[in-house]
C-alpha cells in the first residue's frame, strides 16, 4: 500500500517560513491530485490546498497570498512554501492523494501522511 513522507515541520516565529515536502515510499508511477490538509488541537481538518496531476492549484482563503502548493510529477512529490506564517497556522500538516498507480496497478482512494508538526510561536 501507498505511504507518504512528509517533513519540513517545526517550529517558527511569527512572520517566518516553512517549507513542506511530501515525498511517497516504494516504487510509485503517478499520483493523481495531492493535497495538503492540517489539524489543529480541537478543530477538523481541513484542506490547505491541492494540486492537480496537470498542475491546477486551489488554496483555503485563509492561507491564499502566503502559501504556495506546488508537485513535482519526476519525483512524485508535493511541496508547501508557507511564508508569512501566523500562530493560527498551528497544527498537523497531512499529505493526502485520492489515488496513485504503481507496480500493481492503479487504485483510487484516499491515502494519508502521518503528519508533520508546524508550530508558529514567538
Known amino acids: 500500500q501507498m505511504q507518504q513522507v512528509e517533513s519540513g515541520g517545526g517550529l517558527v516565529q511569527p512572520g517566518g517560513s516553512l517549507r513542506l515536502s511530501c515525498a511517497p515510499s516504494g516504487t510509485i508511477f503517478s499520483i493523481n491530485t495531492m493535497g495538503w490538509y492540517r489539524q489543529a488541537p480541537g478543530k477538523e481538518r481541513e484542506l490547505v490546498g491541492a494540486?492537480?496531476?496537470?498542475?491546477?492549484?486551489n488554496s483555503a482563503d485563509s492561507v491564499k497570498g502566503r502559501f504556495t502548493i506546488s508537485r513535482d510529477n519526476a519525483k512524485n512529490t508535493l511541496y508547501l512554501q508557507m511564508n508569512s506564517l501566523k500562530p493560527e497556522d498551528t497544527a498537523v500538516y497531512y499529505c493526502?492523494?485520492?489515488?496513485?498507480?504503481?507496480?500493481?496497478?492503479?487504485?483510487?482512494?484516499?491515502?494519508w501522511g502521518q503528519g508533520t508538526q508546524v508550530t508558529v510561536s514567538s
Open positions: 494540486v492537480t496531476r496537470d498542475g491546477v492549484t
Open positions: 493526502h492523494t485520492d489515488g496513485y498507480c504503481g507496480v500493481n496497478g492503479c487504485y483510487k482512494h484516499d491515502y
